[in-house]
């Protein structure tokens, strides 16, 4: 496992979860970053990016305001702060490595992916 994405949990509407993902056997600090999320019954969707310098960040609409991508490169470790859950964010939250220092929204245009972390709101 290159990527070990955690910190999800069950977590109550208007409440707020951290998402770690780290880097293991080596390093993404050249790559841009992001978080997909899958719920039952959908498509993979992008969800936040940041380049790997993290002069820029991309987030969904239903997300702006709400959630906030960073990385820290010397830790090799990129977060997902969610605040003012709502049920809609409950899926399967992956982070991934792109294939170049951006960071698309385009899942075809990432090579690594890690194993994902549940995040449930309830209502």
């Known amino acids: 496992v290159q990527l070990q994405a955690s910190g999800g949990g069950l977590v109550q509407a208007g409440g707020s979860l951290r998402l770690s993902c780290v880097a293991s056997?080596?390093?993404?600090?050249?790559?841009?970053m992001a978080w997909f999320r899958q719920a039952p019954g959908k498509e993979r969707e992008f969800v936040a990016g940041i380049t790997w310098s993290s002069s820029n960040t991309y987030y969904r609409d239903s997300v702006k305001g709400r959630f906030t991508i960073s990385r820290d490169n010397a830790k090799d470790t990129v977060y997902l702060q969610m605040s003012s859950l709502n049920p809609e964010d409950t899926a399967v939250y992956y982070c991934?490595?792109?294939?170049?220092?951006?960071?698309?929204?385009?899942?075809?245009?990432?090579?690594?992916w890690g194993r994902g972390t549940l995040v449930t709101v309830s209502s």
């Open positions: 991934a490595a792109a294939r170049s220092g951006m960071a698309p929204s385009d899942p075809q245009d990432y090579r690594y």
């Open positions: 056997r080596r390093t993404f600090r050249n790559n841009g």
